[in-house]
């Protein structure tokens, strides 16, 4: 027997003893309570330190002063509220003109209602109980009604809408561009193109932008710059159309934060392990989530073929 096989053999055994020791009863038990809990410790902890400091709504606001900004003349990139500025790129104004044209209170009530919207689709989208709405990254776009919320929904909500998910955040042409939708990629980017004229005042803040950005995001949460790089791109070249389409942002784009891993919930529904590891606002752990759940595909897709062979040639346990 080779040792390639001596080693399949050795993963098919011990997926055979983790099995025996834990029951589906007990599995889905973990999966489920074990994770509900999880979300309401650390949603209900963020939410009260978001009224503590006052941070409800946040985003929106720091939008809506944004686009209000744009549509008057002004710079987007030097208006915002509580001393943050807007910080992302220029088709981001697109979606909250509406927002800006509004009372701040009214652009709140409306914007909040879309987003839990947004979010349920999402989880029925992906046969999710609704408790999933307080995984703390989706829980953390309704609390400071950050856009990502809409554009997981848009990803997943086929190819008629895809294309807007880029105008909401424009690194949700990542998803799309490894998923091959270059319909989408393509009407996004021309949707994208209304921004243009902001595009030279953009460039001209970007050290402002950069500092904003640090600010926000407290250095990110994912492996970009760190040398944390090569195995979290190792792991999602591994990964291929099986996650790394939905883990890429998350765990490799610059200055992410929280509720960037929202991005990644196909992928959380399916493993407990990554839900947890991406409830959590500690760097670098989705970065770890998508390293960790690239091996668990490969060990799967290594001993499949020893634990098919072993369930074929049991005895039979009928009298």
């Known amino acids: 027997?080779?040792?390639?096989?001596?080693?399949?053999?050795?993963?098919?055994?011990?997926?055979?003893?983790?099995?025996?020791?834990?029951?589906?009863?007990?599995?889905r038990a973990v999966a489920t309570w074990g994770l509900?809990?999880?979300?309401v410790i650390i949603t209900i902890d963020r939410t009260v330190r978001a009224v503590r400091l006052g941070t409800i709504a946040l985003d929106l606001r720091i939008y809506r002063a944004a686009a209000d900004a744009a549509i008057h003349g002004g710079d987007p990139w030097r208006a915002g509220v509580e001393g943050l500025t807007f910080a992302a790129p220029p088709p981001a104004l697109i979606p909250y003109i509406p927002a800006a044209l509004l009372p701040e209170s009214v652009a709140i009530v409306l914007y909040a209602g879309l987003s839990i919207?947004?979010?349920?689709f999402v989880l029925r989208a992906l046969g999710l109980p609704l408790w999933w709405l307080l995984f703390p990254p989706l829980a953390e776009c309704f609390v400071v009604l950050n856009a990502d919320v809409f554009v997981i929904a848009l990803l997943l909500a086929g190819r008629r809408w895809a294309f807007a998910a880029i105008v909401f955040k424009v690194y949700a042409a990542v998803p799309l561009i490894l998923q091959r939708r270059w319909?989408?990629?393509?009407?996004?980017?021309l949707v994208c193109a209304l921004s243009l004229p902001l595009l030279a005042t953009f460039i001209a803040d970007?050290?402002?932008?950069?500092?904003?950005?640090?600010?926000q995001s407290s250095g990110g949460l994912s492996a970009w710059g760190s040398w944390l790089m090569v195995p979290t791109i190792i792991a999602l070249v591994v990964l291929g159309r099986r996650g790394a389409d939905w883990l890429s942002v998350p765990a490799l784009w610059p200055y992410t934060q929280l509720h960037y891993n929202v991005l990644a919930l196909p992928i959380a529904a399916k493993s407990p392990i990554v839900a947890f590891l991406l409830s959590l606002a500690v760097w670098p752990l989705p970065a770890v989530a998508a390293m960790i759940y690239a091996l668990q595909l490969v060990l799967v897709g290594y001993a499949a073929p020893y634990r098919a062979g072993a369930v074929k040639t049991a005895p039979s346990s009928s009298s």
């Open 117 to 120: 919207v947004a979010g349920v």
């Open 1 to 27: 027997m080779t040792a390639r096989a001596v080693g399949a053999r050795s993963i098919a055994s011990a997926f055979d003893t983790w099995d025996g020791l834990l029951t589906e009863r007990v599995r």
């Open 183 to 189: 319909v989408a990629v393509a009407i996004g980017g």
């Open 36 to 39: 509900a809990v999880v979300f």
């Open 206 to 215: 970007r050290d402002l932008i950069t500092a904003a950005l640090d600010l």
